[in-house]
């Protein structure tokens, strides 16, 4: 949980062993305000594995309740090619807008 803003991440690292398992590559916000929506950019890997997963995505809704930020949804794009596919259907009701 965080207190402001630019402080949430998705980096994670073992509480017992210290390991890194998330690591946040990047992120961008959506909306800001009591309600905010963040998209991270992140690799992740097995507790006890040395190898990195491919780049990932998230996009996860955070709400501000009692002064820090909680996590009330998350969706992860697992592979490059599942975040092409939707950038081509968003790009496609984006091109057919009702004026």
């Known amino acids: 949980m ?12 073992d509480p017992a062993s210290g390991d890194e398992l998330v ?21 992740d890997r097995s507790s006890g594995t040395a190898e990195w997963s491919a780049v990932k995505y998230r996009i996860a809704r955070y709400k ?5 930020f909680r996590q009330q949804s998350k969706f992860n794009i697992s592979s ?11 790009g496609g009701w984006l ?3 009702p004026e």
């Open 80 to 90: 490059p090619e599942q975040a092409k596919q939707l950038i081509e259907i968003l």
């Open 64 to 68: 501000k309740q009692n002064d820090v």
């Open 23 to 43: 690591r946040e590559l990047d992120k961008a916000f959506l909306t800001r305000g009591a309600w905010t929506t963040i998209v991270f950019r992140y690799r």
């Open 95 to 97: 091109e057919v807008l």
């Open 2 to 13: 965080a207190e402001k803003l630019d402080d949430i991440t998705i980096a994670y690292s």
